[in-house]
C-alpha cells in the first residue's frame, strides 16, 4: 500500500528489453534499504524489485532494478522513459508509520468504488456484488468484461 506521496526522485541508469518486457535499473538515496520483492511505486506504478547491486568500490552507484511487464507499459508511460530520466519513487508504506496523505484518497476511492448488492425479484438471496460505473470508464478490463 502506498500513501501517493513521493518520497524522491531516482535516476534510471540502464534500460534492458526482455521480449516484451522492459528492465529498469535506477539508483536514489535508499537502495541499501531495498529487498528482493519489494514493491516500489514508480511514477505511481507499483513494481517489484529484481535485483540489487551495491558495489564494495566507494566510487561505485548503488542500483536496483525492476521489471514492467507489457500489459504495464501498455497502460503507462514507464515505455517512454529513457537513460538518465527521473522517476518519482515511493516506497510501500510501514504499517506502524504515518498514513499521511491516505484518508483522503481512501475516502475519495471508497466513494466513488462501492460495491452494491443485487438481488433476484423476488428473492431476498444477493445475486452478486458489482463494482460503481466509475469502473467502467476507467478499467479496460472492466468495460471488456462488463463489470
Do not use: W
Amino acid at each position: 500500500m502506498f500513501s501517493g506521496i513521493i518520497e524522491e526522485f531516482a535516476t534510471v541508469t540502464a534500460i534492458r528489453k526482455d521480449r516484451e518486457n522492459i528492465d529498469f535499473t535506477l539508483t536514489c538515496s535508499f537502495v541499501d534499504q531495498l529487498k528482493i520483492d519489494q514493491s516500489v511505486a514508480h511514477n505511481g506504478v507499483c513494481l517489484t524489485v529484481v535485483s540489487i547491486d551495491l558495489p564494495t568500490d566507494p566510487s561505485g552507484m548503488p542500483t536496483y532494478t525492476v521489471t514492467a511487464m507489457k500489459e504495464t507499459l501498455d497502460r503507462t508511460n514507464l515505455g517512454l522513459l529513457k537513460v538518465g530520466d527521473k522517476v518519482n519513487v515511493e516506497r510501500s508504506m510501514l504499517m506502524n508509520g504515518r498514513l499521511d496523505g491516505l484518508s483522503h484518497r481512501q475516502r475519495r476511492l471508497t466513494n466513488r468504488l462501492q460495491p452494491h448488492v443485487e438481488y433476484l425479484p423476488g428473492s431476498h438471496h444477493p445475486l452478486h456484488l458489482r463494482a460503481h460505473q466509475f469502473l467502467r470508464h476507467t478499467c479496460r478490463k472492466c468495460r471488456k468484461h462488463r463489470v
